[in-house]
Nanobody
């Protein structure tokens, strides 16, 4: 079965950086659309970044210029590099893979940014 395991979350001061990892099994990252979502307390889950099968990337306006999504196909892993973190980036971050009809989610990793 498909399994996505996120890691790399934690507590960081505003202005700091974190790199999230999403290790995939049961699905090939390079053949899938890979997304990072986040959900803050009391808010809906929102799409943060997308990596397409062609290597194109898309970002939410709120993270453009600060976050970068990438992959290591040899490791079948997707990353989210987060720089210049702000308190409003505090959320649980989820990895999502789409390879129709498969749509899989990771368990989430907490990112807390202190101001």
């Amino acid at each position: 079965q498909v399994q996505l395991v996120e890691s790399g979350g934690g507590l960081v001061q505003a202005g700091g950086s974190l790199r999230l990892s999403c290790a995939a099994s049961g699905i090939i990252v390079s053949l899938s659309v890979m997304n990072w979502y986040r959900q803050a307390p009391g808010k809906q889950r929102e799409l943060v970044a997308t990596l397409t099968t062609g290597g194109s990337t898309n970002y939410a306006d709120s993270v453009k210029g600060r976050f970068t999504i990438s992959s290591d196909n040899a490791k079948n892993t997707v990353y989210l590099q987060m720089n210049s973190l702000k308190s409003e980036d505090t959320a649980v971050y989820y990895c999502n893979a789409q390879f129709p009809p498969i749509r899989a989610w990771g368990q989430g990793t907490q990112v807390t940014v202190s101001s």
